[in-house]
């Protein structure tokens, strides 16, 4: 199967700041998604993104297939970002998932 | 977007006996649920996907007698954790998509942490 690299493995911010979170794939995938699991491990869907540039509220996530990875932007982050962060790719139909970020936003 | 719940949220058993997790697709038909198991600090690992109607496939490495998956309607798949023991003390966590197709969005339920005594 594939291989998803997730970077950097932990990440902490001060509230207001800005980060990038980024994705690998060793190969090409059919769909790509971001999650964000929050303290009780629930996994809140953030984007479906398989290519191309979306937006919603603070997030944004940018797909570049062509080249296997995938960022995603957290701007102006609260102390209620904090959780971890996965990226998962499907490929042959199952979804992949890396290690994931973990990040905590301080007040 | 869809809704995926599951029940219990949280279950500690003593270790022989079997535990049964519920699955369900809330607002939308899934002929397809898969089911993860995340141990603390690390991320999901696929165990199975739930075929409706058909048997189960197991990822390398599942017991499938020690993991029994049934997926008997389009909106209800249960996994069976058959004589427990303590190292099967995990995060439960199924998924399903909102419309067919290997390649769609898929939504995860709640998670079920189970506690083997």
């Known amino acids: 199967g594939i291989q998803v690299e997730q970077s950097p493995p932990d990440l902490i911010l001060q509230e207001g700041a800005n980060s990038t979170l980024r994705c690998n794939f060793s190969?090409?995938?059919?769909?790509l998604q971001w999650f964000h699991q929050n303290p009780w491990g629930q996994l809140i869907n953030l984007f479906y993104?398989?290519?191309g540039t979306k937006q919603n509220g603070r997030l944004s996530a940018t797909t570049v297939a062509t080249e296997r990875y995938s960022l995603l932007y957290i701007s102006s982050s609260q102390t209620t970002d904090s959780g971890v962060y996965f990226c998962a790719g499907t490929s042959w139909g199952k979804l992949q998932f890396g290690a994931g970020t973990q990040v905590v936003v301080t007040p | 977007g869809a809704v995926v719940s599951q029940h219990p949220s949280r279950v500690i058993c003593k270790s022989g006996t079997s535990v049964k997790i519920e699955c369900r697709s809330l607002d939308f038909q899934a002929t397809t649920m898969f089911w993860y198991r995340q141990f603390p600090k690390q991320s999901l690992m696929l165990m199975a996907t739930s075929n409706e109607g058909s048997k189960a496939t197991y990822e390398q490495g599942v017991e499938k007698d020690k993991f029994l998956i049934n997926h008997a309607s389009l909106t209800l798949s249960t996994l069976t954790v058959t004589s427990a023991h303590p190292e099967d003390s995990s995060f439960y966590i199924c998924?399903?998509?909102?419309?067919?197709?290997?390649?769609?969005?898929?939504?995860f339920g709640p998670g079920t942490r189970l506690t083997v005594l």
């Open positions: 190969d090409s995938v059919n769909n």
């Open positions: 993104i398989p290519s």
């Open positions: 998924s399903a998509r909102d419309r067919p197709g290997s390649y769609n969005e898929q939504f």
